[in-house]
């Protein structure tokens, strides 16, 4: 995905497939950040929001943030998320055999 003409803030849709299921959501990029990814190091990100889908474990009010790096591969590095009851977090823990040179990570 190009993101290059995408303004912060700003609802860009999105299209997605789950269990047959076609669903029409938006994601909000929320700008540039560097992080610290427990294991892999600092990174420089592109910080992302979406709303998620309601169901067993989401009630479709929250906001999945995601953090991808900030170079031709994209990768998405960190995630967390509320849900029902408390937060789920997720983070990237090896890259192996990527496209391009990971140009994000500064140390």
Known sequence: ?????????????????????????????????????????????????????????FSGEEEIVLWVSDDNNKVPLLFETPIKVGKVKGRLSIAENLKFPLTSKIN
């Open 1 to 57: 995905m190009d993101f290059s003409g995408v303004s912060d803030g700003d609802p860009q849709p999105i299209v997605f497939v789950i269990d047959d299921e076609v669903f029409n959501m938006y994601y909000r990029y929320i700008g540039k950040e560097s992080i610290k990814v427990p294991g892999m190091g600092k990174f420089r990100t592109m910080k992302f929001a979406a709303k998620v889908v309601a169901g067993e474990v």
